[in-house]
């Protein structure tokens, strides 16, 4: 983040001062905004996940349609997240957020209320939207509100932990609320919002944002406009193919569009004086691994996710409310240790808890393989979901200090960002494969058990694959490096 001129709390009647004592009712309510809205923003990418058979059967949905529910979603926050610090940079951080928190109540309240999927899948990408714009603008304005040292440090603390809980709280809800409608788990952060907005009215401090004449840089509307473009034209090509085969004009069109879209984006930050990804970023190799890793523990861990939600509830007949609990056990670890998340990195070395805990991800996979028909939770499901927590564990803090120590020296806001954009990327592009392996694998009505979890087998293969890709790039780490000998005289 730019630096800002945002005044203080401290400075105001009855803040907190200097980073010691006791806090304000007004500081603590400031981070409880934050901190809530944060919570929301994560609950957002998992409330979705329990209710999507219910969806489909609703709205007349197949999965590649599906898919997109959540995929959405992760389009809409990775696409953002770049032109965000632009956006705040110029607008200033309180105009952006709160118009961001207001349309995410209208969005939600919209999207309960969807006739069609089409539409539910443009407000989830509305969502996802002014979610990558309230998370690390609610940030910007905490770090820039608490003082630096133990204040900073506790403020930081809630925050991380409401958003690692939001995960959890979305599955357990999702299942919930979906026993009555499907609809309440995309209506109710909308109360919720609501009351954040009316609340951050009084309480977000104001920052003036920067012209062209006082410094501002320019909105880079090409890259910000072609990246979320050239995603959404890829995975539309991927979801096309189950239907219509990649020969079809509809995914040759889609594919060329992506291609030429992301040649655009190149060509543009490459003569760009103030470019949005700058290209100089992408050239520390620690940072491209990290990125890597966590696209591929992310994206592999909610294709995952698609997987068993449709295999619990359709093919062993789960509610909603019980399929949300059995999958706590991926979800939950990470919530319940991420306020150690950091010591933990820091006494043992981000390289090597990745290594490690990604060698979690691939044998959890290659077990859930070899689930059978009758398929049994506490054998076949459990064992997978357990790793994958202890995987989220050691490796997701570490992948981002990693990449976050690799950026150059006054850029790790652009380091982070193009990291979240490899999260959220690696998520929709994951998710748009393992629906079209699924529809195309799909057998026909009457199918037995053991042929509908046959057609899971696909899907399945590919997020091992990715698994160990990201196990292969995540050791390369810890190998030692090699030392050029001396040069002959």
């Not at 907190?16 to 500081?27: D, E, F, Q, Y």
């Not at 899948?121 to 133990?150: Q, W």
């Not at 991420?338 to 090597?352: D, E, H, K, L, T």
């Not at 058990?449 to 780490?477: E, F, N, Q, R």
Request: charged share 10%.
């Amino acid at each position: 983040m730019t630096p800002t001129t945002v005044r203080p709390v401290a400075e105001r009647p009855g803040a907190a001062g200097g980073g010691t004592g006791r806090w304000s009712p007004r500081l603590w309510a400031l981070l409880l905004v934050l901190a809530g809205n944060m919570l929301i923003d994560a609950l957002e990418v998992s409330v979705a996940v329990v209710a999507l058979p219910s969806i489909g059967g609703d709205l007349g949905a197949g999965p590649t349609s599906l898919q997109w529910v959540m995929s959405g979603f992760a389009v809409g926050f990775g696409a953002v997240i770049l032109f965000g610090t632009r956006l705040v940079e110029r607008l200033g951080r309180r105009r952006v957020y709160l118009a961001a928190v207001t349309v995410f109540a209208v969005a939600s309240l919209a999207g309960a209320l969807a006739g069609a999927a089409w539409f539910l899948i443009v407000t989830r990408v509305v969502k996802g939207v002014c979610a990558a714009l309230t998370a690390p603008t609610g940030l910007a304005i905490m770090t820039s509100t608490f003082p630096e040292g133990p204040a900073r440090n506790r403020a930081v603390s809630v925050y991380s932990l409401f958003g690692a809980s939001g995960f959890s709280l979305g599955l357990v809800l999702s299942g919930l609320l979906t026993e009555v409608s499907w609809r309440w788990t995309f209506a109710f952060p909308a109360p919720v919002a609501a009351v954040l907005l009316l609340v951050g009215l009084r309480l977000v401090p104001e920052q003036r944002g920067k012209s062209r004449a006082e410094g501002g840089r320019s909105y880079e509307l090409p890259t910000a406009l072609g990246l979320p473009a050239a995603l959404l034209a890829l995975v539309y090509g991927i979801g096309n193919v189950p239907g219509h085969g990649w020969s079809a004009p509809a995914t040759l069109v889609a594919f060329a569009l992506a291609a030429a879209l992301c040649a655009l984006v190149v060509f543009r930050e490459r003569r760009a004086e103030h470019p949005l990804l700058p290209l100089r970023v992408l050239a520390q190799p620690a940072l491209r691994r990290s990125a890597f890793g966590a696209a591929a523990l992310n994206g592999s861990y909610l294709g995952l996710l698609f997987v068993v939600t449709f295999q619990l509830q359709t093919l062993l007949g789960w509610s909603p409310a019980r399929t949300g609990l059995a999958l706590l056990p991926a979800a939950l670890p990470l919530a319940l240790s991420a306020a150690y998340s950091g010591r933990v990195v820091q006494r043992f070395g981000a390289a090597r808890l990745i290594a490690v805990g990604y060698l979690a991800p691939p044998l959890g996979y290659a077990l859930y393989l070899r689930a059978s028909v009758p398929t049994r939770y506490a054998t076949d499901v459990l064992p997978t979901l357990l790793l994958l927590g202890a995987a989220f564990v050691l490796c997701f803090a570490a992948l981002h200090m990693q990449a976050l120590t690799a950026a150059p020296k006054a850029e790790p806001g652009i380091a982070s960002g193009v990291y979240q954009t490899a999260v959220q990327f690696g998520a929709a592009l994951m998710l748009a494969l393992v629906a079209a392996l699924m529809s195309a694998h799909r057998p026909g009505p009457g199918a037995s058990p053991a042929d509908i979890m046959a057609g899971y087998h696909p899907a399945l293969l590919l997020i091992t694959a990715v698994g160990i890709a990201g196990l292969a790039v995540s050791a390369t780490g810890v190998l030692p490096r090699r030392t050029p000998g001396p040069s002959p005289s």
